[in-house]
């Protein structure tokens, strides 16, 4: 710590830091653009200019940049000093010069962090009165509006898009004295973070398209604190609501998980809860849509068979559904809902991280690992922001070297110009290609057997006391001896690994390199599939297949079935086969698919965006997400239909249903304090999910009746459906709305951390279940060599951000991004059958049944033998559960796949 002086005020403040930083840590108002906590210093707009003093007999002092200058211990400031107010004032009336009057129409209105910066420097006239400086602007693709005439070339949006998330075609273009943010040509951004340009803009340059389709203002929506339901990394969301609909989802801070960044199937995934396919109102096959009274003595009398009653659940559903449901039918008789290779794969993982003895990081430690290797696992397409901190770890050894040439870590460019000439190791044993490629030290394609095969042996190199793999070809030696020596001389080393190769070899060795690495910090992580997943591992239960063979045998002929379309899980005519035996089927889910088509009484559940629960996340972290608006009349949360089928429950409210299962299960003992409980208050009041300024309330329902109604009452949570309540004291992670006086953009979080870019102010939302205990066996079941079967082609799963996942599928501008469906294979096998990309292929099983037809890829990367399928769209579900299948060409080009 050292001591400096602003404004005649002695302050303590971090040693290592910017002027700026130290400011804003310490409550001060002091205006920025191009400076971020994410991204750095680099000096670019001028904005946040103060008087620094020589001595305590310098009185004239000299203008410096906040963002650019070190703090020292005795170091004299002044923010008040006129000439650096004067300054400040003239400059933002320079870049004000060419932006447009249009803030009662611009989207950004209310949350514009320019707004608040030109209110916070006093300038509110404008003496220009010329001729502006005007641009045309571009389609960006389904998710950003591009409006280039706000720009006020802060370069914050090239910095994180290019040098922070790795794209390469938002770029700076420049003639004369115009400068211009864009692309080469109009066309959808590529990168998979490209939504965070509507937040790291401090303008209206990069608007969010899919809010501007329901736009309201930041102060008329309603929020409360939540979790983003389409991977397992478990990052924080705020969705904000309007009218009964969910209008757009923002990031929510978390300094241990996401940080200040989403995924864009995060941000834009929402759309399935405004779906026309949403389940609204209870239904008996057969029947008119029913009452909830008269459904609820429906599920009652279907419990009353006098044989098992089957309970499937979901890694979809929140812990409490599921154990609501596993309780309601019996532990015997409960079933995870997973595929048979997916529940194994679940069941070695929670072994591990329970047991293994090696950390399973959050994010935050995630970027700060010096040596990565990634095996079998797609990142970028299966845990998005997992990828996106992978890259921020690369550059360690960039702030190393700065390190020692005594150059802050926060001067950005500076330090990029080092991280050029050096990064910390990022090996990548893969199917085929990745998004981090360009980062990595040495990239390895294979199949999962070969994948595995170099994990054991990485893992050999590094102790010999681990199991060898034999017929090891020598470069494959000497890849592993390479890679173990990096991953040997690190501090902070980390293996990544995940299900997405359904490779249970591919864990196991992945398990074994970080138990045979020497460094104490050690680090070892897995990505799940869904966004309970590991939630459900801990419940655990028996096999799908099981529960077929249960009502085939006639030992049960009753089915519930929990947020779970089985259609995903097993093959079709294995589904058809269960559900048609089945005497009866209850459906409990938000979206119509296959399996609720099929059900005798469909239940409509709640979205998370209307409903409450708590989530365990892929490193272990349980948290809370809480309804944001009352769900439509008829509609439940899942907990709630099993919980009212229950005679006698005492599951009445969500806080009892999750007591008793942290009651339950010891790994879930912390569950209850991921959040406060209902009862929670402060002062006597819960927490209002509508901001201070919220409009319309008298008004919205006066088409119906003039007189204001009462505001819809919430029992399960803290938090109230109004914009009355406890504004004050209220703990950071819990505010439902990020605002501070003067602040209404997203900056307003400075206001909320303990320093600029750390922890949030009473510790970061969620709990972590457990931590590393016991020190686990070697896993010796190393696989043979692959080898290409002449005329057989071996099926792996293809992960993709934009199509993989089945809620974010059902966001129309989601949709617009998702790969078309394709079989994608090596240039040699794409010969030995004479097909070009385009060309169609019949892919049948080995018993010559044809499952579907798709066209070509050509894929380089991918090794010869190997046939990828994108995972998870609808066209593909027939052969995502086979393993070998044959190929046949059946049409000729339709054109080339890009």
Not at 257 to 269: A, I, P, S, T
Not at 820 to 846: F, H, Q, R, W, Y
């Amino acid at each position: 710590m050292v001591t400096i002086e602003i404004d005649g005020v002695y302050y303590q403040v971090k040693t290592e830091t910017s002027l700026l930083s130290a400011c804003l840590a310490l409550g001060l108002d002091l205006p920025y653009f191009c400076w971020h906590p994410a991204l750095g210093s680099v000096g670019a707009c001028r904005q946040c200019a103060v008087i620094q003093y020589h001595n305590a007999e310098d009185k004239q002092g000299r203008l410096v940049m906040a963002c650019m200058t070190p703090v020292a211990d005795g170091m004299r400031v002044s923010i008040d000093a006129d000439q650096a107010k004067q300054f400040r004032a003239e400059n933002i009336e320079l870049l004000m010069i060419n932006h447009p009057h249009d803030c009662p129409v611009c989207e950004e209105g209310g949350e514009c962090h320019l707004q608040d910066m030109t209110v916070m420097t006093g300038h509110t006239v404008r003496r220009y009165r010329g001729r502006k400086r005007t641009h045309k602007n571009q389609y960006l693709g389904p998710f950003i509006n591009h409006e280039m005439n706000r720009c006020i070339a802060c370069y914050r949006c090239v910095r994180f898009y290019n040098d922070y998330a790795g794209g390469s075609d938002l770029q700076t273009l420049g003639i004369n004295n115009n400068v211009y943010f864009g692309r080469f040509k109009d066309g959808a951004l590529e990168n998979e973070f490209s939504g965070n340009l509507v937040e790291v803009c401090p303008t209206g340059v990069f608007t969010d398209k899919t809010f501007s389709d329901h736009y309201a203002r930041k102060w008329d929506l309603q929020t409360a604190p939540s979790v983003c339901v389409h991977c397992s990394l478990g990052c924080n969301i705020a969705p904000g609501e309007r009218y009964s609909e969910l209008r757009r989802v923002i990031n929510r801070y978390n300094g241990e998980v996401n940080g200040y960044f989403l995924c864009d199937r995060g941000r834009f995934g929402y759309g399935f809860v405004n779906s026309p396919e949403r389940i609204l109102k209870p239904v008996i096959k057969g029947q008119t849509e029913i009452t909830t009274e008269a459904a609820d003595h429906h599920f009652r009398e279907l419990l009353k068979s006098d044989r098992p009653v089957i309970g499937i659940g979901s890694p979809r559903a929140s812990l409490e559904a599921n154990f609501a449901l596993r309780t309601l039918v019996g532990e015997e008789n409960f079933f995870p809902g997973l595929d048979p290779t997916e529940h194994v794969l679940l069941e070695a993982i929670n072994g591990i991280l329970r047991s293994g003895g090696i950390h399973s990081p959050s994010l935050r430690e995630v970027e700060q690992a010096d040596a990565v290797l990634i095996l079998g696992e797609d990142v970028t397409n299966s845990a998005p922001r997992l990828a996106l901190s992978l890259r921020q770890a690369v550059r360690n050894a960039a702030f190393e070297l700065a390190g020692t040439l005594h150059i802050p870590s926060w001067q950005d460019a500076a330090v990029r110009n080092l991280g050029k000439q050096l990064r910390s190791p990022l090996f990548i044993a893969g199917v085929c290609s990745t998004r981090l490629d360009d980062v990595a030290a040495r990239s390895y394609w294979g199949s999962p057997d070969d994948i595995a095969r170099l994990g054991f042996a990485i893992a050999y190199h590094l102790d010999n006391q681990a199991p060898e793999p034999g017929d090891l070809t020598d470069a494959d030696h000497a890849l592993a001896a390479m890679i173990a020596d990096n991953l040997r001389s690190a501090k902070r080393p980390l293996v990544v690994s995940g299900t997405s190769c359904a490779s249970l070899a591919v864990i196991q060795a992945a398990f074994n390199v970080a138990k045979a690495l020497p460094s104490k910090d050690r680090q070892l992580t897995f990505t799940v599939p869904e966004s309970n997943s590991m939630g459900l591992a801990i419940i655990g239960g028996r096999r799908l297949q099981q529960a077929f063979e249960w009502v085939h045998e006639g030992l049960s002929d009753t089915v519930v079935i929990l947020e779970n379309d089985l259609y995903r899980r097993a093959q079709e005519q294995e589904v058809d086969a269960f559900l048609q035996a089945a005497a009866h089927v209850l459906v409990i889910d938000c979206l119509d698919n296959k399996t609720t088509q099929q059900a005798e009484l469909l239940l409509p559940a709640a979205t998370f965006a209307e409903s409450e629960g708590t989530l365990v996340s892929n490193e272990g972290r349980a948290q809370r997400y809480f309804p944001v608006y009352p769900p439509p009349e008829n509609v439940r949360g899942s907990w709630q239909w099993l919980s009212a089928a229950a005679e006698g429950s005492k599951w009445r409210h969500c806080d009892a249903l999750t007591s008793a299962c942290a009651e339950t299960f010891a790994d879930l003992e912390a569950i209850t304090r991921a959040a406060p409980d209902a009862n929670f208050r402060i002062n006597g009041m819960k927490i209002p999910r509508q901001p201070h300024r919220y409009s319309g309330r008298t008004a919205m329902l006066a088409n119906i009746n003039v007189s204001e109604p009462q505001q819809p009452l919430d029992p399960e949570t803290p938090f109230a459906f109004s914009m009355e309540g406890a504004t004050a004291n209220v703990l950071s992670a819990l505010e439902p709305v990020i605002w501070a006086p003067g602040w209404n953009s997203n900056q307003s979080i400075n206001k909320f951390q303990d320093d600029i870019g750390g922890h949030l102010q009473g510790g970061d939302y969620g709990v972590r279940l457990f931590e590393a205990a016991g020190s686990g066996d070697w896993f010796n079941n190393i696989p043979q060599a692959f080898k290409p079967d002449q005329g057989i082609w071996h099926l792996v799963l293809l992960q993709h951000i934009f199509g993989s996942e089945e809620l974010s599928l059902r966001s129309p501008p989601l949709a617009e991004r998702a790969l078309a469906p394709c079989a994608m294979l090596n240039p040699e096998d794409a010969g030995t059958l004479a097909v070009i990309s385009g060309d169609l292929v019949e892919i049948k099983s080995l018993n010559g049944k044809t499952m579907v037809s798709l066209p070509v890829r050509i894929e380089p990367s991918l090794p010869a033998g190997l046939l990828g399928i994108t995972a998870g769209l609808p066209e593909t579900l027939q052969v995502n559960k086979l393993d070998r299948v044959t190929l046949k060409k059946t049409g000729h080009t339709t054109g080339e796949q890009s």
